[in-house]
C-alpha cells in the first residue's frame, strides 16, 4: 500500500514537472516569431518554405517545416523493424514519404539565406497511432538561438496533422500551397479539402501561397472594423519587417458608402503613422468587395484579408469575403486572424 501510494506521488509530480516544462517552453515560443511551412510530395509545395524563410528573416525568427505522412502500421513503405524506424530517420535516409522531401526544404532554406550548415542539432522520436516510425524530428538551432525544424508527422489525415502540429507550437503563421484543383488543373499542391479547412479552423493566419515572388508589396484590405484594424496593423508590421510597399484598400459595394471606406483607409494610414510604418498608397472601389479585391490584388505579392471568425455554416448562409479571396485570387493570400 505505502510502495504504490509512492508511485502515485512520484507519478504527480512528474506530471506537475512535465507541465512546467511545457508551459515554460509555450511562453519562450510566444516571445518569437514562429513559421510553420506545410509541403507535401509535391516539388511546387516547397513554395511555402520560400516564403517562410522571407517572411521570417531574422533572427527572433523560427521556422519549422512539416510533412504528413499516413498511419502505416505495417510500415510498408520502407519494410522497417521497430528498431530501425526509431533511429535518426531523417538522416539516415531511410526510404519513408516525407524523408526527401524535408531534406530538399532544407537545401531551400539554404537557397534563400537561412544555413543550417555548422548549427549544432539534435532529433526525437515520439510513438504516434500504433505506427512504428511515429512522429520524427530534427532540430536546428543557430548560435544565436535561432531554430530550423525538420517535422515528419504521422496522422491519420493530413488536415489532422497540421491543425495538431499547431497545438504543439504555438505558431503565428501557417503557410499552405494553393489548392490547384480551385483552377481546374488535375495536379494538386494540396487537396481542396485541405486547404479549406486549415483555412477554416487554424487559431493563427493562414498564407495560401501562390508563384508571386516576382511581385511587389502588400495590398492591405480593411473594411474599418476592430478585428480589420487589429489585421493591418500585424500584417503592416509584417511587411515592414520584409522590406515590402504597403498599399491600403477599401471596398464600397454602394455609392453610398464610398465615404465610409474612403475613411476607412484614412483610420488604417493614421494608425501606421502612429507605429512610424510608411504606407505607399491607399486606395477604394465601388462594387462587390471580393471581386474588386482579387482584381485589383493580383498585381501584388500579397494580399492580405481579415478573417471573419465565422463557422463553416455562417460561411455557407453568410459568405466570407476574405474565403473568397483565398480562393479566387491569383497571387498569394494572407487571412489574418
Not at 175 to 198: A, H, M, T
Request: net charge positive; proline share 3%.
Amino acid at each position: 500500500m505505502v510502495s504504490r501510494l509512492k508511485r502515485t506521488t512520484l507519478s504527480y509530480r512528474q506530471e506537475r514537472a512535465l507541465e512546467k516544462t511545457l508551459q515554460n517552453i509555450r511562453a519562450q515560443r510566444r516571445n518569437r516569431f514562429r513559421v510553420l511551412a506545410c509541403i507535401n510530395e509535391d516539388e511546387d509545395s516547397l513554395i511555402t518554405v520560400r516564403f517562410a524563410a522571407r517572411l521570417a528573416p531574422d533572427n527572433d525568427c523560427d521556422i519549422i517545416i512539416l510533412f504528413v505522412r499516413p498511419i502505416d502500421q505495417g510500415l510498408w513503405s520502407g519494410g522497417l523493424q521497430v528498431r530501425l524506424a526509431r533511429q535518426n530517420m531523417l538522416e539516415a535516409g531511410l526510404d519513408l514519404p516525407g524523408v526527401s522531401h524535408l531534406k530538399k526544404a532544407l537545401e531551400v532554406l539554404k537557397e534563400e539565406g537561412v544555413d543550417t550548415t555548422g548549427w549544432t542539432h539534435e532529433t526525437a522520436h515520439e510513438d504516434a497511432w500504433g505506427d512504428p516510425a511515429g512522429d520524427n524530428k530534427v532540430v536546428y538551432t543557430s548560435p544565436d538561438d535561432r531554430t530550423v525544424v525538420l517535422k515528419l508527422k504521422t496522422a491519420p489525415e493530413v488536415t489532422n496533422g497540421i491543425l495538431d502540429q499547431y497545438e504543439l507550437g504555438p505558431y503565428n503563421l501557417m503557410i499552405l500551397g494553393e489548392s490547384s484543383s480551385w483552377r481546374g488543373d488535375k495536379k494538386s499542391w494540396f487537396s481542396k479539402g485541405v486547404v479549406e479547412r486549415v483555412t477554416m479552423l487554424s487559431p493563427c493566419s493562414v498564407l495560401v501561397a501562390r508563384d508571386s515572388s516576382d511581385k511587389q508589396g502588400f495590398l492591405i484590405c480593411t473594411d474599418g472594423t476592430s478585428r480589420s484594424m487589429q489585421a493591418v496593423r500585424r500584417a503592416a508590421v509584417l511587411a515592414h519587417t520584409v522590406g515590402e510597399p504597403i498599399t491600403l484598400f477599401s471596398v464600397a459595394s454602394t455609392t453610398a458608402a464610398r465615404s465610409a471606406a474612403e475613411e476607412n483607409v484614412e483610420n488604417a494610414k493614421a494608425l501606421l503613422k502612429a507605429l512610424g510604418i510608411a504606407v505607399a498608397n491607399s486606395r477604394t472601389a465601388l462594387g462587390a468587395p471580393a471581386k474588386r479585391i482579387i482584381e485589383l490584388g493580383s498585381d501584388y505579392k500579397v494580399i492580405v484579408v481579415t478573417d471573419e471568425g465565422r463557422s463553416w455554416w455562417q460561411r455557407m448562409w453568410r459568405g466570407s469575403v476574405a474565403y473568397d479571396v483565398v480562393r479566387g485570387a491569383r497571387t498569394s493570400v494572407l487571412d489574418v486572424r
